[in-house]
């Protein structure tokens, strides 16, 4: 069972938790989910096949993360989904809060960490990832235009795809 705490619509808790799968948010309830961006020196992106089996885009290209657990700081959130999901460790020297987004029941912080690891020394959660690549900005852009990575919209975009910060985190 995974409990979410439940945030208001400044994002600061409320005191109350929601269970995965179980609660419906109300008006101006949130729960926190983090995406974290890996990218190379050169400015290529790791990105991440979700499994087949996933409830929630099953099969689709999407950014690394999940939501954060009851008492999960971002930053911890972050760095517990980048391990568990690709084998990467991080700390606070090298995973870099980019920008928090406000959803319709979410707020949504992105990271970023730069590293080149090889797939080839990345240990998938096969339960969350079935496959991982390195694509170039272009070949993400055109993923996202042509359905086969997953849209999260205008806004998000303009701010991963278009943000210098993320090469030379």
């Given at each position: 069972m995974e409990k979410w705490d439940i945030l208001n619509a400044d994002g600061k808790l409320t005191g109350k938790t929601a269970i995965r799968g179980k609660t419906i948010l109300g008006v101006n309830e949130y729960h926190l989910v983090v995406h974290i961006w890996i990218v190379s020196p050169?400015?290529?992106?790791?990105?991440?096949?979700?499994?087949?089996?996933?409830?929630?885009m099953p099969g689709e290209w999407a950014a690394t993360g999940g939501a954060a657990l009851s008492g999960e700081s971002s930053f911890a959130a972050a760095t517990r989904e980048l391990k568990e999901e690709l084998g990467i460790t991080s700390d606070k020297s090298n995973l870099k809060f980019l920008k928090r987004i406000k959803r319709r029941n979410s707020f949504v912080d992105i990271w970023v960490i730069e590293t080149n690891m090889p797939v080839s020394e990345l240990t998938l959660q096969k339960s969350e990832v079935s496959m991982a690549k390195w694509v170039t900005k272009t070949e993400l852009e055109n993923m996202i235009e042509n359905g086969s990575f997953h849209n999260y919209g205008k806004y998000y975009w303009s701010v991963v795809l278009n943000n210098n910060n993320l090469i030379g985190v």
């Open positions: 050169k400015g290529e992106y790791l990105i991440q096949k979700r499994a087949d089996t996933k409830l929630l």
